[in-house]
């Protein structure tokens, strides 16, 4: 398959906008976990698995379930729960980053909504075997919605690297 003529070639990206971007989606987390809704989607888990994707050097596994831990405490969580959800995720972005990056952003979505779905799959388990109790059938919601904040992810997280080196006037983007 033949690269697109319309799909532009990307700037490498910075590492402080991975580590920016990485900040502000624990922060959209942890304020979307404050509200005790089931059917939103984990930002954090998104942007873990969008980063593994794109830059899966230098987004591994030990960050991945460095934030998880930190999830874990901030939710009284069991700890490592989140944490290992956020390692296969990683997991997984890593074993497809080549293959996916093929495909246009419809396709991605359908190729991604199963990793989402064991993701919180494994989550739940994890939950129910602690002892918990089943949080609602609302939580089947997750991973559609973590799948549709997929597009949304792409644009903001590749905008960056979209721009050209030395913008002009015959070459504006």
Known sequence: MIMDRR???????????????????LLASMLLGLAQTLWLPDVLAVVIF????????????AIAFVFGLWIDAQQSSLMGQHALCYVLLNYFAFSMHRR?????????????????????ALGLI???????EFPGWSL??????????????????LA???????PDANRPI
């Open 126 to 132: 994890i939950r129910l075997s602690t002892g918990n």
């Open 100 to 120: 996916l990056l093929w495909f246009p952003i419809k396709d991605q979505m359908i190729q991604i909504l199963p990793f989402f779905i064991v993701s919180d």
């Open 7 to 25: 799909e532009a070639l990307l700037l490498p990206v910075s590492p402080w906008f991975i580590a920016i971007s990485l900040l502000l989606s």
């Open 140 to 157: 089947l919601l997750t991973p559609f919605t973590a799948t549709l904040l997929w597009p949304v992810a792409n644009f903001i997280l």
């Open 50 to 61: 969008f980063w593994g994707i794109h830059q899966p050097r230098r987004v591994g596994m």
């Open 160 to 166: 960056p690297q979209r721009r050209a080196h030395d």
